[in-house]
């Protein structure tokens, strides 16, 4: 350790939930294995300025999808909180921070080379390795995810990958995450779409077809989604929806809706890890490519969030 790196010398107080947090997930999160993902789409450098080690701006671009930093947001807090440099292996004494053009052209890499859909299934790979995921079923759901509907930009239109779509009485704009979690609340597929497709739209990219049992929400309760289940001899679990004027079995739908709900909100998890803990409220960029490819990294670090201490154990 150089003096650019000295603190405090006083008697260290408790620890804080950050640095927790970032101590477990240095833990668990499989580092070599995507170092190793990455490397050969890497630049290696020639004659002149080396580039920065892969490792360190994996870590930095975990750090932006864990505290929603933007680029020359995620530059300055290198430079003021010390956790954040000992995180990422960074002395000021002899080190360089990278600056913002070398953040965004580290993502654009992982973003060209689809590295971003990589990352997630070698996660998947890990987890199933220490059988840490469960075979019998899948639970589908959806959210919403807001984008700007500004126009004061330079093209003066909003993005025009993103759509509005109505939920309840109320009007939203931008795009939706379709997920299929296993029977625990851990994402196993995932699927961008804009926010005006149908929530059952997304069913054919987030199953197998080997699914024993599949539970959602009403929003697919669609005559289309119970076939392809009974086709396929899946037990189907999907919420139902009450048909207009209905009044026989009300009572039965309503105690089999809320027995599917009890099981189905596990599948909820994954999206408060994003939008309570991550902090990822709204759309960050334009286009479904960059948002898809950012969704599908939080949701491979929301898995190593949510079975950090079953991992830690193992």
């Given at each position: 350790m150089t003096f650019a790196e000295e603190q405090d010398l006083s008697r260290r107080r408790k620890q804080t939930r950050r640095e927790r947090f970032l101590a477990e997930m240095d833990a668990v999160v499989p580092w070599a294995r995507l170092v190793a993902l990455i490397e050969p789409h890497y630049p290696r450098g020639g004659s002149g300025r080396k580039p920065m080690p892969l490792e360190r701006m994996l870590r930095i671009h975990f750090l932006q999808q864990w505290y929603a930093y933007s680029d020359p947001g995620m530059e300055e807090a290198l430079y003021e909180i010390p956790l954040l440099r000992q995180f990422v292996?960074?002395?000021?004494?002899?080190?360089?921070?990278?600056?913002?053009?070398?953040?965004?052209?580290?993502?654009r890499l992982l973003e060209r080379h689809d590295l971003a859909r990589a990352i997630f299934e070698e996660v998947q790979v890990v987890l199933r390795e220490k059988g840490l995921l469960l075979q019998e079923g899948r639970m589908v759901d959806a959210t919403l995810i807001h984008a700007p509907s500004?126009?004061?930009?330079?093209?003066?239109?909003?993005?025009?990958?993103?759509?509005?779509?109505?939920?309840?009485?109320?009007?939203?704009?931008g795009m939706k995450a379709h997920v299929a979690t296993d029977l625990q609340g851990i994402v196993e597929a995932v699927e961008?779409?804009?926010?005006?497709?149908?929530?059952?739209?997304?069913?054919?990219?987030?199953?197998?077809?080997?699914?024993?049992?599949?539970?959602?929400?009403?929003?697919?309760?669609?005559?289309?989604?119970?076939?392809?289940?009974?086709?396929?001899?899946?037990?189907?679990?999907?919420?139902?929806?009450?048909?207009?004027?209905?009044?026989?079995?009300?009572?039965?739908?309503?105690?089999?809706?809320?027995?599917?709900?009890?099981?189905?909100?596990?599948?909820?998890?994954?999206?408060?890890?994003?939008?309570?803990?991550?902090?990822?409220?709204?759309?960050?960029?334009?286009?479904?490519?960059?948002?898809?490819?950012?969704?599908?990294?939080?949701?491979a670090l929301a898995n190593l969030h949510l079975l950090r201490r079953r991992l830690l154990t193992a």
């Amino acid at each position: 350790m150089t003096f650019a790196e000295e603190q405090d010398l006083s008697r260290r107080r408790k620890q804080t939930r950050r640095e927790r947090f970032l101590a477990e997930m240095d833990a668990v999160v499989p580092w070599a294995r995507l170092v190793a993902l990455i490397e050969p789409h890497y630049p290696r450098g020639g004659s002149g300025r080396k580039p920065m080690p892969l490792e360190r701006m994996l870590r930095i671009h975990f750090l932006q999808q864990w505290y929603a930093y933007s680029d020359p947001g995620m530059e300055e807090a290198l430079y003021e909180i010390p956790l954040l440099r000992q995180f990422v292996g960074i002395d000021l004494g002899r080190d360089f921070v990278p600056d913002e053009t070398t953040l965004l052209k580290f993502r654009r890499l992982l973003e060209r080379h689809d590295l971003a859909r990589a990352i997630f299934e070698e996660v998947q790979v890990v987890l199933r390795e220490k059988g840490l995921l469960l075979q019998e079923g899948r639970m589908v759901d959806a959210t919403l995810i807001h984008a700007p509907s500004s126009t004061k930009n330079r093209e003066r239109k909003r993005d025009p990958e993103m759509s509005s779509t109505k939920k309840g009485n109320q009007w939203y704009f931008g795009m939706k995450a379709h997920v299929a979690t296993d029977l625990q609340g851990i994402v196993e597929a995932v699927e961008v779409t804009t926010a005006k497709v149908p929530d059952h739209k997304a069913l054919d990219a987030l199953l197998t077809g080997e699914e024993r049992v599949v539970l959602a929400d009403r929003g697919y309760d669609y005559p289309s989604v119970h076939e392809r289940l009974a086709a396929q001899g899946t037990q189907d679990a999907v919420a139902l929806r009450r048909t207009p004027g209905q009044r026989k079995g009300l009572a039965a739908l309503k105690r089999y809706n809320r027995s599917v709900a009890r099981i189905r909100a596990l599948g909820e998890h994954a999206f408060r890890v994003l939008k309570c803990q991550f902090g990822y409220r709204k759309a960050r960029y334009r286009g479904l490519a960059k948002n898809g490819a950012q969704l599908t990294t939080l949701f491979a670090l929301a898995n190593l969030h949510l079975l950090r201490r079953r991992l830690l154990t193992a």
